[in-house]
């Protein structure tokens, strides 16, 4: 099973692309995610819908794709052709993360037309006539999105995605293009982490490390929204520390001398789809400016890293992971662990 997802700024022909390439590849079907961002408004309330200006930017079309996706090759099989713009990498990085955890590889296409033939198309796109003020709004939601797609491009959109210059191309030559780009390999699996769903509850061992300034540091991982601490999920027979030590070292190449010391355990309850569990936060110590210098961070699953003040992390982390910061920074003053239950002292 694997996902061929065709991506690239409006008017570039993708979804045109996408049905002739179903047509070239054994076992293909088309999954135009646009199809959930249409059941939204049968599914939510007007006040949900009314807050956002894209449903992109609602976790749960983000959601909904994943799962759709994932239901419709356990049900099918074979290659899903998915024709459908992505111009924020941390979307496409939880998109395709949450397919990398259900083990379904995903193949990134990116259609390229100069900006000149993007213009060109858009200009001359049809427009549903039943659509009030239709080809004014729609005509001018594609225009207003090749500043983000220009941006993209010149930043990360091109790192794992093929790219293909589709403006002298017809679809169908676009589609034998990509046909053969993942014939050959030419269009690869995109390198992103594979961390599994779980099924039932987990520990997690967090570490903090500070710098000279006792500022701490933050990751943002590519295969989940927001921002995180060095860590993960400890593994069956592994001692919790432990965990946070190689997680550490697998993270930021930073290699810890001894075991940290605990700072909070906290309770996640259970908020579905996740199952909660125990979340325990240790202090790694403080990093001098030579080992600050030699952090690093594995492409595929952290984005970037930065230390942060306490009010900065406010901003960054969801509010129940930041609250578990800002108690483990209190047991960290006064030199005795803490235990939380979803963030908040008990006992």
């Not at 709004?137 to 797609?149: G, L, S």
Request: hydrophobic share 45%; charged share 25%.
């Amino acid at each position: 099973m694997v996902i061929i997802w065709i991506n690239g700024a409006f008017g570039a022909g993708k979804t045109t692309t996408a049905r002739e390439l179903i047509e070239l590849i054994p076992n293909s079907t088309l999954f135009d995610p646009e199809v959930v961002g249409g059941a939204l408004p049968h599914l939510l309330p007007p006040k949900c819908l009314a807050e956002v200006g894209d449903f992109q930017d609602l976790p749960i079309w983000r959601r909904l794709v994943i799962d759709t996706a994932a239901a419709m090759l356990a049900e099918l099989g074979g290659v899903l052709v998915v024709p459908m713009t992505l111009l924020r990498q941390d979307y496409r990085d939880e998109i395709f993360g949450g397919l990398a955890a259900r083990r379904i590889p995903v193949r990134h296409v990116l259609l390229a037309p100069a900006e000149t033939i993007l213009r060109e198309r858009i200009a001359g796109r049809e427009v549903p006539p039943d659509l009030p003020d239709g080809e004014i709004r729609v005509r001018q939601w594609a225009f207003d999105h090749i500043e983000p797609y220009r941006a993209a491009l010149a930043s990360w959109l091109t790192a794992d995605a093929y790219p293909l210059d589709t403006g002298d191309l017809t679809p169908h030559e676009a589609a034998l293009r990509i046909a053969e780009a993942v014939r050959t390999g030419a269009a690869p699996v995109c390198d992103i982490v594979q961390t599994p769903e779980p099924t039932a509850e987990t520990v997690a061992a967090g570490v903090l490390l500070f710098d000279e300034q006792d500022r701490v540091l933050l990751v943002d991982p590519t295969y989940k929204a927001g921002w995180e601490f060095p860590g993960g999920v400890v593994e069956p027979g592994e001692a919790p520390a432990r965990a946070g030590i190689r997680e550490v070292a697998e993270e930021t190449g930073i290699t810890l001398g001894g075991v940290p010391r605990l700072l909070v355990v906290d309770w996640e309850p259970p908020v579905p789809p996740g199952y909660g569990g125990l979340r325990l936060l240790f202090d790694g110590g403080r990093l001098d400016s030579t080992e600050t210098g030699r952090l690093l961070l594995p492409g595929p699953e952290l984005r970037g890293w930065r230390f942060v003040t306490e009010a900065e992390a406010a901003g960054l982390l969801p509010p129940v992971r930041y609250e578990r910061l800002r108690w483990a920074l209190r047991a960290r003053e006064r030199g005795a662990a803490l235990y939380l239950e979803a963030g908040t002292p008990v006992g």
